[in-house]
């Protein structure tokens, strides 16, 4: 049992932490913004800051040389996701979606050509993929999609409707599952397509998220040719690639990391913050909250740690990414709640309030933390997936 | 990064859990509890034949030189059958207080009869107003011609009935200092009370009635003994981690094959969703206080400061202990509310260890004060 990284790793991390503190644009942590807080300006900065990681190689560490990676380690990888998380860099759920998603499954699943059509653009931070999966009827139920491809010629004629597709406005390209096949059972008629957005047929309307911004949308399919070559993998087995998909996510370590710079400013803000004649770092009950989140992160950091390390010995995790996914999201939904109780009436004040304290953070954050435990397989899917993929419970 | 057990620790792994699952079912711990000594020789006696009870004594001294990770490898099957006996107050606690504090000479002496099974040894620390904190210890050690008095009533000290050699924490003569005693366990002034606990370890009052004990019987340096109790008392908070460990997995895995095996409505229970997110989220909870206790028992192993890690590790694995054994019992229905059945054993045996050297509560309070509160 050994947790500890080498010396070069380490070297690694100074590198990293060094470079982040210099080069992190002074306005993007002005605005402060969390995950579903996206803007024209925000954008413009993530997308800058996507290809200064692309040009240094940063963007898709671990990929092979010839598909733009660098073919680093999934522990430079860790450190790498570690320390940006810390550091706050610009970044949003397109990146993840992108490199984390669909461009693995390109690789698992794509010819040549497509390879080289799309990973080097992606780990240079030149295009953005969105993800078209969810429907109006097809959400944890995700082999119900109705969004059909009909075979024209050398092309795919798309007709349907996409629904909660995040940056669907502003993505290159869509990943879109489709039913190819009407009459075969659900889970074995679906084929995954790469879908240019600038494609005459699409039209994307806009969802306002709880949070005021627009970073979700409705996508409309009419009559939308596709180049057979587009199709990625083979055809009706899109289902399972894409499940395989859903245990690429790398280990999710930036969350843990997030978590303790959110307690580390609630705990600052405890130490001098006076309530009802004591400081609030001196109340046994916040003392213990703030404890309690704290061990809960620690325990998140090292479950991603054991992602990370299963796929360094080159296995795919199994339950293990579902597992953390289900604890990350409800411990957030806890830190965040925490927050909004140590702060109290504070707690209520937005961003940009008088008077608001850690500059509306955490109510920000609390408006953001139903998300996760929703997006990308709820905690219930991800609960079934532990009990029958991870401990083989019977399905009937 | 290695997150997993070295090939020698897997195969001592496999070799310990095999022996005792043949040799020491879960019942036995409940049957043993009405024994007088609270668990047959004959068990005792096949862990030292194995080498258990040297897995860190040094070669020199008769044992096998392994680490803090090999003694939680042994612990984790140990707590896989909730086995009795006292493994956990000799080699745990009576090993580890000689390790941190004996002399070389000392060293020598008890750490090979340790190994050899000669030694059973009892931990005598909490009292009445002083639990798992040495600084509010009230039994004094009075300097007397020759050697020291002890004066004083001990609680929960588990195994003193049978111990060949109590370890006796006190206080003075100077104010707040510490020193650890070697008592003799037939010492003329002890008087041993067992205790019936919920778990049938065999805990027990021990009253010191000005017991006599020789200078060279102190254990390392007089009234020095405080930081090494500290370390100490760390290490057998992740010791116990390590037991509840393999207690827990035990339980979860008995729930999963139940759920699997048990019909109603005419299907598998495992097959109904409220089953298995219960059993998803005690995998979580296992999960995490293993790789939490790994953790822990790492940095203790390699000699690096601990104490978050520490803590992290008994808070986290004191809460999921009670937790974990009561969805299993929830899954399990009725049938595991009978006596007969070994579940209660794992339910009496997480509740004990979620307490032992500080349950959640306790170790919070430390991670606060790391965080800067």
């Known amino acids: ?396 | 990064m290695e997150l997993e057990l070295t090939e020698e620790q897997r195969m001592l792994k496999t070799a310990a859990s095999g022996f005792l699952k043949k040799e020491c079912p879960p019942a036995l711990a409940w049957e043993m509890r009405e024994d007088e000594r609270g668990y047959p020789p004959s068990l005792w006696q096949k862990m030292i034949e194995m080498g258990w009870t040297g897995v860190m004594v040094p070669e020199t001294y008769g044992g096998i030189g392994g680490d803090f990770m090999d003694l939680c490898v042994i612990l984790e099957a140990l707590g896989e059958v909730c086995a009795p006996g006292p493994f956990f107050s000799t080699v745990v606690l009576g090993g580890l207080a000689v390790m941190e504090l004996g002399t070389e000479a000392q060293k020598e002496a008890l750490l090979s009869r340790i190994a050899t099974g000669e030694c059973i040894m009892a931990l005598a620390a909490d009292e009445e107003e002083a639990w798992c904190d040495a600084s509010f210890i009230k039994t004094r050690g009075l300097r007397e011609a020759g050697g020291y008095r002890i004066s004083g009533t001990k609680l929960f000290v588990e195994n003193a009935h049978v111990a060949d050699i109590i370890l006796c924490v006190v206080t003075g003569p100077a104010e707040g200092s510490l020193s650890v005693l070697l008592v003799q366990g037939d010492a003329p002034g002890l008087r041993i009370t067992p205790l019936k606990t919920l778990a049938g370890e065999r805990q027990c009052e021990v009253v010191f009635d000005r017991v006599e004990v020789k200078a060279s019987d102190v254990l390392g340096e007089a009234e020095k003994a405080a930081p090494g109790f500290d370390r100490l008392l760390d290490q057998a908070a992740v010791a116990k981690c390590a037991e509840l460990v393999g207690c827990l997995q035990t339980a979860f895995d008995m729930t999963v094959a139940y759920a699997k095996e048990r019909e109603q409505f005419g299907r598998p229970i495992g097959s109904f969703q409220a089953v298995q997110h219960h059993c998803a989220d005690m995998l979580i909870d296992l999960d995490g206080a293993r790789f939490a206790t790994y953790q822990a028992a790492w940095r203790i192993a390699g000699r690096m400061p601990w104490s978050r890690e520490v803590a992290v590790a008994k808070a986290w694995t004191s809460d999921v202990a009670r937790k974990v054994t009561l969805k299993a019992h929830q899954i399990h229905g009725a049938i595991s509310f009978c006596e007969e059945h070994p579940l209660h054993v794992f339910y009496r045996k997480a509740k004990s260890g979620e307490v032992a050297f500080g349950d959640a509560d306790f170790h919070l309070e430390r991670v606060a004060g790391g965080l800067g509160l």
């Not at chain 1, 059972?185 to 949070?211: A, C, E, R, W």
């Not at chain 1, 090292?302 to 999201?329: D, H």
């Open chain 1, 1 to 396: 049992m050994d947790f500890s990284f080498t010396a070069e790793q380490e070297r690694f991390r100074r590198e990293v932490r060094e470079y982040l503190e210099r080069e992190v644009p002074p306005r993007w942590k002005e605005l402060g913004y969390l995950i579903w807080e996206e803007t024209d300006e925000s954008w413009d900065i993530t997308r800058q800051w996507n290809r200064k990681l692309g040009e240094k190689g940063w963007l898709a560490l671990t990929w092979p040389r010839v598909y733009g990676g660098q073919e680093r380690s999934h522990i430079d990888q860790l450190i790498l996701d570690e320390e940006m998380a810390r550091a706050g860099t610009p970044t949003g759920i397109e990146t993840a979606i992108t490199i984390g998603w669909v461009c693995p499954t390109i690789m698992l699943f794509g010819t040549e050509e497509q390879k080289l059509r799309y990973l080097p653009d992606a780990a240079k931070g030149r295009i953005i993929f969105c993800l078209g999966y969810s429907e109006p009827n097809a959400g944890s139920d995700l082999a119900a999609v109705r969004t059909t491809a009909v075979e024209d010629g050398d092309h795919y004629v798309i007709n349907g409707q996409k629904v909660w597709t995040t940056v669907a406005h502003r993505a290159d390209y869509c990943w879109l599952a489709a039913r190819t096949d009407p009459d075969a059972p659900k889970h074995k008629g679906v084929s995954m397509f790469v879908v240019d957005m600038k494609s005459p047929g699409i039209t994307v309307k806009p969802l306002i998220n709880i949070l005021g911004f627009h970073s979700f949308n409705e996508v409309f399919f009419d009559e939308v040719r596709v180049p057979k070559e587009n199709l990625v993998g083979q055809k009706n087995m899109g289902w399972y690639q894409l499940a395989v998909a859903l245990d690429f996510e790398r280990s999710g370590v930036g969350t843990p990391a997030r978590m303790h710079r959110t307690i580390d400013r609630l705990v600052a803000y405890c130490r001098q913050t006076r309530r009802n004649g004591r400081l609030l770092s001196e109340d046994p009950v916040i003392r213990k909250k703030l404890a309690r989140l704290s061990v809960e992160a620690e325990v998140l950091r090292l479950l991603c740690y054991r992602i990370t390390w299963i796929q360094e010995k080159g296995k795919t995790p199994n339950y293990e990414a579902s597992l953390t996914k289900v604890f990350a999201s409800e411990l957030l939904d806890r830190l965040a709640n925490t927050g909004m109780e140590i702060l109290g009436p504070y707690g209520m004040l937005d961003r940009g309030s008088p008077r608001a304290a850690l500059r509306g953070e955490i109510l920000r954050l609390y408006l953001t933390s139903p998300s996760m435990g929703i997006g990308g397989g709820t905690s219930e899917i991800q609960r079934n997936i532990i009990a029958m993929r991870g401990l083989g419970l019977p399905r009937k």
